[in-house]
Protein backbone atom coordinates (compact mmCIF):
# COMPACT_ATOMS: atom_id res chain seq x y z
CA UNK A 1 0.00 0.00 0.00
CA UNK A 2 2.48 2.67 -0.23
CA UNK A 3 2.46 3.33 -3.52
CA UNK A 4 -0.36 5.39 -2.46
CA UNK A 5 0.19 8.99 -1.05
CA UNK A 6 -0.15 8.81 2.98
CA UNK A 7 -3.85 9.82 4.61
CA UNK A 8 -4.30 13.63 5.56
CA UNK A 9 -8.38 12.67 6.93
CA UNK A 10 -8.75 8.68 8.74
CA UNK A 11 -11.75 10.36 10.90
CA UNK A 12 -13.79 7.26 9.37
CA UNK A 13 -11.11 4.45 9.77
CA UNK A 14 -11.03 5.77 13.66
CA UNK A 15 -14.08 6.17 14.27
CA UNK A 16 -15.01 2.66 12.86
CA UNK A 17 -12.64 1.35 15.02
CA UNK A 18 -14.34 3.15 18.01
CA UNK A 19 -12.02 5.22 18.56
CA UNK A 20 -12.90 8.70 20.34
CA UNK A 21 -12.48 11.28 17.65
CA UNK A 22 -13.11 15.09 17.45
CA UNK A 23 -16.09 14.67 15.19
CA UNK A 24 -18.52 12.75 13.59
CA UNK A 25 -17.12 11.88 10.09
CA UNK A 26 -19.52 11.92 7.06
CA UNK A 27 -20.33 10.38 4.04
CA UNK A 28 -23.62 9.53 1.86
CA UNK A 29 -24.21 6.59 0.35
CA UNK A 30 -24.86 7.14 -3.33
CA UNK A 31 -23.49 10.51 -2.90
CA UNK A 32 -21.22 10.05 -6.36
CA UNK A 33 -24.15 10.19 -8.66
CA UNK A 34 -27.32 11.70 -10.66
CA UNK A 35 -28.06 14.88 -8.25
CA UNK A 36 -24.91 16.74 -9.31
CA UNK A 37 -25.07 18.44 -12.61
CA UNK A 38 -21.20 17.68 -12.97
CA UNK A 39 -22.10 13.84 -12.57
CA UNK A 40 -24.19 14.27 -16.12
CA UNK A 41 -21.08 16.33 -17.99
CA UNK A 42 -18.90 13.62 -17.13
CA UNK A 43 -21.16 10.50 -18.03
CA UNK A 44 -22.29 11.83 -21.13
CA UNK A 45 -24.66 9.47 -23.59
CA UNK A 46 -22.53 6.73 -21.80
CA UNK A 47 -24.09 3.79 -20.70
CA UNK A 48 -24.51 3.18 -16.58
CA UNK A 49 -21.99 0.26 -16.72
CA UNK A 50 -19.40 1.47 -19.78
CA UNK A 51 -19.05 4.56 -16.95
CA UNK A 52 -18.12 1.60 -14.16
CA UNK A 53 -15.52 0.00 -16.49
CA UNK A 54 -13.84 3.14 -17.77
CA UNK A 55 -11.78 3.69 -14.87
CA UNK A 56 -10.84 7.71 -15.59
CA UNK A 57 -14.33 8.22 -16.20
CA UNK A 58 -15.01 5.84 -12.73
CA UNK A 59 -12.50 7.52 -10.91
CA UNK A 60 -13.89 11.52 -11.93
CA UNK A 61 -17.29 10.62 -10.45
CA UNK A 62 -15.90 9.01 -7.65
CA UNK A 63 -14.11 12.19 -6.29
CA UNK A 64 -16.97 14.82 -7.36
CA UNK A 65 -18.82 15.05 -4.33
CA UNK A 66 -15.26 15.05 -2.54
CA UNK A 67 -14.61 18.35 -4.78
CA UNK A 68 -18.13 19.72 -4.59
CA UNK A 69 -18.49 19.43 -0.86
CA UNK A 70 -14.42 20.64 -0.34
CA UNK A 71 -13.68 19.66 3.38
CA UNK A 72 -17.16 18.57 4.29
CA UNK A 73 -17.15 14.94 3.58
CA UNK A 74 -14.87 12.16 4.81
CA UNK A 75 -14.78 9.50 2.49
CA UNK A 76 -15.46 8.56 -1.35
CA UNK A 77 -16.91 5.46 -2.41
CA UNK A 78 -15.68 4.12 -5.70
CA UNK A 79 -18.86 4.33 -8.46
CA UNK A 80 -19.65 0.72 -9.30
CA UNK A 81 -23.03 -0.96 -8.75
CA UNK A 82 -23.86 -4.13 -6.61
CA UNK A 83 -24.78 -5.99 -9.71
CA UNK A 84 -21.27 -6.54 -11.28
CA UNK A 85 -20.78 -10.17 -9.57
CA UNK A 86 -24.33 -11.18 -11.04
CA UNK A 87 -22.54 -9.89 -14.03
CA UNK A 88 -19.45 -12.04 -13.53
CA UNK A 89 -21.63 -14.93 -12.91
CA UNK A 90 -23.15 -14.71 -16.74
CA UNK A 91 -25.36 -12.52 -16.53
CA UNK A 92 -26.48 -9.72 -18.98
CA UNK A 93 -27.98 -6.55 -17.59
CA UNK A 94 -29.44 -3.50 -19.34
CA UNK A 95 -29.66 -0.02 -17.04
CA UNK A 96 -32.87 1.15 -18.61
CA UNK A 97 -34.10 5.21 -17.61
CA UNK A 98 -36.66 5.30 -15.05
CA UNK A 99 -37.02 1.68 -14.54
CA UNK A 100 -33.39 0.65 -13.66
CA UNK A 101 -31.48 -2.47 -14.02
CA UNK A 102 -33.00 -5.02 -16.03
CA UNK A 103 -31.88 -8.88 -16.54
CA UNK A 104 -32.16 -10.27 -19.86
CA UNK A 105 -32.63 -14.10 -18.55
CA UNK A 106 -33.33 -14.11 -14.99
CA UNK A 107 -33.47 -17.47 -12.76
CA UNK A 108 -37.00 -18.88 -12.56
CA UNK A 109 -36.36 -22.63 -11.57
CA UNK A 110 -33.79 -24.51 -10.34
CA UNK A 111 -32.42 -25.73 -13.70
CA UNK A 112 -31.45 -22.36 -14.80
CA UNK A 113 -28.80 -22.50 -12.34
CA UNK A 114 -26.99 -24.59 -15.35
CA UNK A 115 -27.13 -21.50 -17.45
CA UNK A 116 -24.36 -19.17 -15.34
CA UNK A 117 -20.94 -19.92 -13.35
CA UNK A 118 -20.99 -20.32 -10.24
CA UNK A 119 -17.13 -20.00 -9.63
CA UNK A 120 -15.97 -17.16 -11.68
CA UNK A 121 -12.47 -15.95 -11.75
CA UNK A 122 -13.71 -12.36 -9.95
CA UNK A 123 -9.88 -11.01 -10.02
CA UNK A 124 -9.37 -11.40 -13.83
CA UNK A 125 -13.32 -10.67 -15.07
CA UNK A 126 -13.86 -7.90 -12.88
CA UNK A 127 -10.40 -6.34 -13.44
CA UNK A 128 -11.27 -3.15 -14.76
CA UNK A 129 -13.24 -2.70 -10.83
CA UNK A 130 -9.69 -2.93 -8.92
CA UNK A 131 -8.04 -0.79 -12.03
CA UNK A 132 -10.67 2.27 -11.33
CA UNK A 133 -10.18 1.99 -7.10
CA UNK A 134 -6.50 2.07 -8.00
CA UNK A 135 -6.69 5.00 -10.22
CA UNK A 136 -9.19 6.86 -7.78
CA UNK A 137 -6.75 5.81 -4.84
CA UNK A 138 -3.96 7.64 -6.65
CA UNK A 139 -5.85 10.61 -7.90
CA UNK A 140 -7.45 11.42 -4.00
CA UNK A 141 -4.00 11.20 -2.56
CA UNK A 142 -4.74 10.84 0.51
CA UNK A 143 -7.43 13.38 1.03
CA UNK A 144 -9.96 10.86 2.04
CA UNK A 145 -9.73 7.04 2.14
CA UNK A 146 -11.51 5.30 -0.51
CA UNK A 147 -14.35 2.90 0.22
CA UNK A 148 -15.26 -0.60 -1.52
CA UNK A 149 -18.29 -2.08 -1.82
CA UNK A 150 -20.84 -4.94 -2.90
CA UNK A 151 -24.02 -6.12 -2.85
CA UNK A 152 -24.77 -9.24 -0.44
CA UNK A 153 -26.17 -12.65 -1.18
CA UNK A 154 -29.80 -12.48 -0.72
CA UNK A 155 -29.77 -8.97 -2.29
CA UNK A 156 -28.05 -10.35 -5.54
CA UNK A 157 -30.37 -13.22 -5.21
CA UNK A 158 -33.28 -11.17 -5.42
CA UNK A 159 -32.13 -9.29 -8.68
CA UNK A 160 -31.08 -12.72 -9.66
CA UNK A 161 -34.66 -14.58 -9.67
CA UNK A 162 -36.66 -11.22 -10.13
CA UNK A 163 -34.81 -9.75 -13.14
CA UNK A 164 -34.89 -6.42 -11.19
CA UNK A 165 -36.25 -4.42 -8.59
CA UNK A 166 -39.28 -5.70 -7.05
CA UNK A 167 -42.32 -5.16 -4.91
CA UNK A 168 -44.27 -8.17 -4.43
CA UNK A 169 -40.40 -10.57 -5.00
CA UNK A 170 -42.70 -13.25 -6.25
CA UNK A 171 -39.88 -15.40 -7.82
CA UNK A 172 -37.22 -14.46 -5.28
CA UNK A 173 -39.81 -15.80 -2.47
CA UNK A 174 -40.49 -18.85 -4.57
CA UNK A 175 -36.48 -19.56 -4.72
CA UNK A 176 -36.70 -20.02 -0.60
CA UNK A 177 -39.68 -21.30 -0.28
CA UNK A 178 -39.94 -23.88 -3.16
CA UNK A 179 -36.24 -24.41 -4.21
CA UNK A 180 -34.73 -24.17 -1.04
CA UNK A 181 -31.82 -26.09 -1.39
CA UNK A 182 -31.04 -25.04 -4.48
CA UNK A 183 -31.32 -21.42 -2.81
CA UNK A 184 -28.99 -21.86 -0.53
CA UNK A 185 -26.32 -23.54 -3.30
CA UNK A 186 -26.77 -20.04 -4.91
CA UNK A 187 -26.21 -17.88 -2.14
CA UNK A 188 -23.69 -20.19 -0.69
CA UNK A 189 -21.65 -19.32 -4.04
CA UNK A 190 -22.42 -15.93 -4.52
CA UNK A 191 -20.80 -15.75 -1.30
CA UNK A 192 -17.85 -17.21 -2.24
CA UNK A 193 -17.49 -14.43 -5.00
CA UNK A 194 -18.42 -11.86 -2.87
CA UNK A 195 -15.13 -12.36 -0.42
CA UNK A 196 -12.93 -12.55 -3.13
CA UNK A 197 -14.55 -9.82 -4.95
CA UNK A 198 -14.37 -8.11 -1.85
CA UNK A 199 -10.39 -9.01 -0.87
CA UNK A 200 -9.05 -8.09 -4.32
CA UNK A 201 -10.94 -4.30 -3.62
CA UNK A 202 -8.81 -4.16 -0.99
CA UNK A 203 -5.41 -5.02 -2.68
CA UNK A 204 -6.53 -2.76 -5.41
CA UNK A 205 -6.38 0.41 -2.58
CA UNK A 206 -9.74 0.04 -0.71
CA UNK A 207 -9.43 1.37 2.94
CA UNK A 208 -12.84 0.32 3.96
CA UNK A 209 -15.97 -2.06 2.87
CA UNK A 210 -19.42 -1.93 2.91
CA UNK A 211 -22.01 -5.00 1.93
CA UNK A 212 -25.19 -4.24 1.06
CA UNK A 213 -28.74 -5.82 2.34
CA UNK A 214 -30.56 -3.93 0.02
CA UNK A 215 -33.52 -5.65 0.35
CA UNK A 216 -32.65 -7.56 3.92
CA UNK A 217 -36.47 -5.98 4.70
CA UNK A 218 -38.24 -8.08 2.19
CA UNK A 219 -37.54 -10.96 4.52
CA UNK A 220 -38.92 -11.94 8.18
CA UNK A 221 -37.09 -12.46 11.30
CA UNK A 222 -36.92 -16.40 10.80
CA UNK A 223 -36.00 -15.98 7.05
CA UNK A 224 -33.45 -13.32 7.69
CA UNK A 225 -31.58 -15.74 9.66
CA UNK A 226 -31.84 -18.66 7.45
CA UNK A 227 -31.00 -16.74 4.15
CA UNK A 228 -29.74 -13.52 5.19
CA UNK A 229 -27.67 -13.81 8.30
CA UNK A 230 -25.44 -17.27 8.15
CA UNK A 231 -23.82 -15.41 4.69
CA UNK A 232 -23.14 -12.03 6.00
CA UNK A 233 -21.49 -13.82 8.67
CA UNK A 234 -19.32 -15.76 6.84
CA UNK A 235 -18.15 -12.34 4.71
CA UNK A 236 -17.63 -11.21 7.79
CA UNK A 237 -15.36 -14.02 9.55
CA UNK A 238 -13.88 -15.45 5.97
CA UNK A 239 -12.53 -12.14 4.40
CA UNK A 240 -10.01 -11.21 7.04
CA UNK A 241 -8.34 -14.33 6.46
CA UNK A 242 -8.33 -14.25 2.86
CA UNK A 243 -6.64 -10.79 3.10
CA UNK A 244 -4.09 -12.42 5.52
CA UNK A 245 -3.40 -14.70 2.74
CA UNK A 246 -2.91 -11.64 0.28
CA UNK A 247 -0.68 -10.52 2.57
CA UNK A 248 -2.82 -7.64 3.92
CA UNK A 249 -2.10 -7.27 7.17
CA UNK A 250 -3.37 -3.92 7.96
CA UNK A 251 -7.10 -3.42 9.58
CA UNK A 252 -10.04 -3.13 6.97
CA UNK A 253 -12.90 -1.78 8.51
CA UNK A 254 -15.86 -3.46 7.67
CA UNK A 255 -19.87 -2.43 7.32
CA UNK A 256 -23.17 -4.07 6.80
CA UNK A 257 -26.20 -2.47 5.64
CA UNK A 258 -29.12 -3.99 5.95
CA UNK A 259 -32.06 -1.91 4.74
CA UNK A 260 -35.50 -2.64 6.95
CA UNK A 261 -34.06 -5.28 9.13
CA UNK A 262 -34.85 -3.60 12.47
CA UNK A 263 -35.54 -6.94 14.31
CA UNK A 264 -31.86 -7.87 13.85
CA UNK A 265 -30.00 -5.62 14.65
CA UNK A 266 -28.84 -7.28 17.72
CA UNK A 267 -28.09 -10.26 15.39
CA UNK A 268 -26.33 -7.71 12.63
CA UNK A 269 -24.01 -6.34 16.23
CA UNK A 270 -22.45 -10.11 16.68
CA UNK A 271 -22.05 -11.10 12.99
CA UNK A 272 -18.55 -9.86 13.08
CA UNK A 273 -18.50 -6.14 11.53
CA UNK A 274 -16.93 -3.31 12.75
CA UNK A 275 -19.67 -0.70 11.54
CA UNK A 276 -23.64 -1.54 11.31
CA UNK A 277 -25.50 1.17 9.07
CA UNK A 278 -29.25 1.99 10.19
CA UNK A 279 -32.22 3.18 7.71
CA UNK A 280 -34.47 5.93 8.95
CA UNK A 281 -36.75 3.67 10.65
CA UNK A 282 -34.75 2.77 14.04
CA UNK A 283 -34.54 5.52 16.98
CA UNK A 284 -31.16 6.77 17.33
CA UNK A 285 -31.26 6.59 20.71
CA UNK A 286 -33.10 3.03 20.79
CA UNK A 287 -30.50 1.11 18.75
CA UNK A 288 -27.57 2.25 21.09
CA UNK A 289 -29.37 0.50 23.41
CA UNK A 290 -29.35 -2.50 21.78
CA UNK A 291 -25.68 -2.09 20.67
CA UNK A 292 -25.33 -1.67 24.68
CA UNK A 293 -22.08 -1.07 25.26
CA UNK A 294 -20.18 -3.48 22.40
CA UNK A 295 -17.66 -2.88 19.91
CA UNK A 296 -20.30 -2.01 17.59
CA UNK A 297 -19.83 1.93 14.93
CA UNK A 298 -23.06 2.41 14.20
CA UNK A 299 -23.76 4.62 10.87
CA UNK A 300 -26.64 6.79 9.73
CA UNK A 301 -29.62 7.21 9.66
CA UNK A 302 -31.17 10.68 8.13
CA UNK A 303 -34.11 9.78 5.85
CA UNK A 304 -32.87 11.23 2.92
CA UNK A 305 -36.20 12.86 2.11
CA UNK A 306 -35.88 15.51 4.45
CA UNK A 307 -33.36 16.96 1.46
CA UNK A 308 -36.86 17.85 0.31
CA UNK A 309 -37.47 19.98 3.51
CA UNK A 310 -36.49 23.56 4.41
CA UNK A 311 -32.95 24.31 5.61
CA UNK A 312 -34.55 24.78 9.12
CA UNK A 313 -36.03 21.33 8.53
CA UNK A 314 -32.72 20.32 8.15
CA UNK A 315 -30.55 21.86 10.56
CA UNK A 316 -33.69 20.00 13.13
CA UNK A 317 -33.08 16.95 12.24
CA UNK A 318 -29.64 16.36 12.18
CA UNK A 319 -29.74 18.22 15.46
CA UNK A 320 -32.03 15.78 16.90
CA UNK A 321 -29.99 12.64 15.26
CA UNK A 322 -26.67 13.40 16.15
CA UNK A 323 -28.07 13.51 19.99
CA UNK A 324 -29.94 10.90 19.33
CA UNK A 325 -26.49 8.83 18.59
CA UNK A 326 -24.82 10.36 22.06
CA UNK A 327 -23.22 13.91 19.88
CA UNK A 328 -20.80 11.42 17.78
CA UNK A 329 -17.48 11.45 19.27
CA UNK A 330 -17.30 7.71 19.47
CA UNK A 331 -18.84 4.64 17.50
CA UNK A 332 -20.89 6.70 15.33
CA UNK A 333 -20.50 7.58 11.01
CA UNK A 334 -23.22 10.07 10.09
CA UNK A 335 -24.80 9.20 7.10
CA UNK A 336 -28.41 8.80 5.48
CA UNK A 337 -30.60 5.66 5.91
CA UNK A 338 -29.90 5.24 2.24
CA UNK A 339 -28.76 7.16 -1.31
CA UNK A 340 -29.61 10.03 -2.54
CA UNK A 341 -32.10 10.49 -5.23
CA UNK A 342 -31.43 11.95 -8.60
CA UNK A 343 -33.87 15.28 -7.87
CA UNK A 344 -32.17 16.38 -4.61
CA UNK A 345 -30.80 20.00 -4.70
CA UNK A 346 -27.00 20.24 -4.15
CA UNK A 347 -27.45 23.24 -1.93
CA UNK A 348 -29.45 21.52 0.08
CA UNK A 349 -27.20 18.74 1.12
CA UNK A 350 -24.52 21.03 1.20
CA UNK A 351 -26.48 22.80 4.33
CA UNK A 352 -27.05 19.06 5.70
CA UNK A 353 -22.94 18.79 5.63
CA UNK A 354 -22.18 21.93 6.94
CA UNK A 355 -24.84 21.03 9.89
CA UNK A 356 -23.29 17.96 10.66
CA UNK A 357 -19.76 19.40 11.12
CA UNK A 358 -21.06 22.32 13.32
CA UNK A 359 -23.44 20.41 15.58
CA UNK A 360 -20.94 17.49 15.38
CA UNK A 361 -18.30 19.50 16.97
CA UNK A 362 -20.50 20.69 19.97
Known sequence: MSQFAPLKNDLILRAAKGEKVERPPIWIMRQAGRYLPEYHEVKGKRDFFECCRDAEIASAITIQPVDHYDGLIDAAIIFSDILVIPQAMGFEIDMIDGKGPVFRDPLRSPEDINKINLKPDVKTCLDWAYKAITLTRTKLNGRVPLLGFC???????????????????RFAKQWIYEYTKEAHILLQAITDSLIEFLAQQVVAGAQMLQVFESWGGELGPIEF??????????????LPKR?????IKEKIPLTVFAKGSWYALDDLCEAGYDTVSLDWTYRPEDAVKVVNGRRITLQGNLDPGIMYGSNDTITTKVEQMIKGFGGGKQNYIINFGHGTHPFMNPDKIEHFLKECHRFGLQ
Open 151 to 169: GAPWTLLVYMTEGQGSKMF
Open 225 to 238: EEFCLPYLKQIASR
Open 243 to 247: LEELD
